[in-house]
């Protein structure tokens, strides 16, 4: 069981830069695979990036990559998501989520049993 609680979330001109932190409970971070997703209201939740449990393995939507960067500490655990670039479609409520199912990563909100609350990201141009 892991309990998991987005921060950073903000208002930001376009091109500009937020990161986005996701700090996890208990002492089996180090367990769960991490992603990312997101939401605009009336539109289904999103994918936007994934990390192994190492933080070897990553995965990002294509809407997303090479603007947005994931990574992990499993030390501390938290996981980031770094944005860059931001546009005014990045704008949604941002999701922190963690799968215990398996050992592979997932794109899909599907394979993600454990999620946070949220934190609103808006971009305005």
């Known amino acids: 069981q892991v309990q998991l609680v987005e921060s950073g979330g903000g208002l930001v001109q376009a091109g500009g830069s937020l990161r986005l932190s996701c700090a996890a409970s208990?002492?089996?971070?180090?367990?769960?695979?991490m992603g990312w997703f997101r939401q605009v209201p009336g539109k289904e939740r999103e994918f936007v990036s994934t990390?192994?449990?190492?933080?070897?393995?990553?995965n990002y939507a294509d809407s997303v990559k090479g603007r947005f960067t994931i990574s992990r500490d499993n030390n501390k655990n938290t996981v980031y998501l770094q944005m860059n670039i931001l546009k005014s479609e990045d704008t949604a409520v941002y999701y922190c989520a963690a799968s215990g199912m398996g050992l592979m990563i997932s794109r899909s909100t599907n394979g993600y049993d454990y999620w946070g609350q949220g934190t609103q990201v808006t971009v305005s141009s």
């Open positions: 990390i192994s449990r190492s933080g070897i393995t990553t």
């Open positions: 208990g002492r089996t971070f180090s367990s769960y695979i």
